[in-house]
Each structure stands twice: as structure tokens, then as C-alpha cells.
């Protein structure tokens, strides 16, 4: 059974980090490109990043260029969501999907599955 199962988020102050984990299940990370999206309440669900199967990273999101990043441990079958600077408009609930091998260049939900339950993330003072 494909699974993906996020984890990491919580409540952090602004200028705080996070570090959100995407772990697979059923299927070898190998060969997939895996994206982050998030969602906020109110709010269309938006694409933050993608890693292609080769390391190649797409950033979807002005906002976040130069404070998140997105690494990939085959081994570990682990995608890793690396957030920095945390703003309160980063707010949301984050979630990780899979795409083929390379990233869309745009974020169109409908392009990837399956995905995972989501972790929430909580910027406040």
C-alpha cells in the first residue's frame, strides 16, 4: 500500500525553525519526485517546493525562496522540508505528495498522488 506519512510540525515563534519529515511507505523513493504543498484555513491549497528524482529542486513559492529548502535521504525513503525564518503567514497545514520523476513546473495538485495526511504548522508569539 502507498503511504506517506508527515511529520515535524508544531507551534514555533516567528524567526523560528522547523523541520518537517515526509516518509514513504510501499514504493522506493528512487524514482519519484516528491512535493510540498500547504493549506491554510480559508485558503487554497498552494505548492511550496518539489525535489525531483535527481535532487532538482523547484521552488513554487516567492515567498519562501531563501528561508525553506527540501532535501531527499533515499535510503531513508525520507523526504525533509527545512523551514527557516518562520512568519505567521507561513501558518498551515503542510503536506507531501508524489509526482513522477520530475517536478511540474507548476504546482496543479491534480498532478500528483498520492498524498500524505498533512502536519500542522502554527507560526505565533
Known amino acids: 500500500q502507498l503511504q506517506l506519512v508527515e511529520s515535524g510540525g508544531g507551534l514555533v515563534q516567528p524567526g523560528g525553525s522547523l523541520r518537517l519529515s515526509c516518509v514513504l511507505s510501499g514504493f522506493s523513493l528512487d524514482y519519484y519526485a516528491i512535493g510540498w504543498f500547504r493549506q491554510a484555513p480559508g485558503k487554497e491549497r498552494e505548492g511550496v517546493l518539489c525535489?525531483?528524482?535527481?535532487?532538482?529542486?523547484?521552488t513554487y513559492l516567492d515567498s519562501v525562496k531563501g528561508r525553506f529548502t527540501v532535501s531527499r535521504d533515499n535510503a531513508k525513503n525520507t523526504v525533509y522540508l527545512q523551514m527557516n525564518s518562520l512568519k505567521p503567514e507561513d501558518t498551515a497545514i503542510y503536506s507531501c505528495?508524489?509526482?513522477?520523476?520530475?517536478?511540474?513546473?507548476?504546482?496543479?495538485?491534480?498532478?500528483?498522488?498520492?498524498w500524505g495526511q498533512g502536519t500542522q504548522v502554527t507560526v505565533s508569539s
Open positions: 505528495a508524489v509526482d513522477n520523476a520530475r517536478c511540474p513546473a507548476l504546482p496543479t495538485p491534480v498532478l500528483f498522488g498520492p
Open positions: 525535489i525531483s528524482k535527481s535532487g532538482y529542486i523547484t
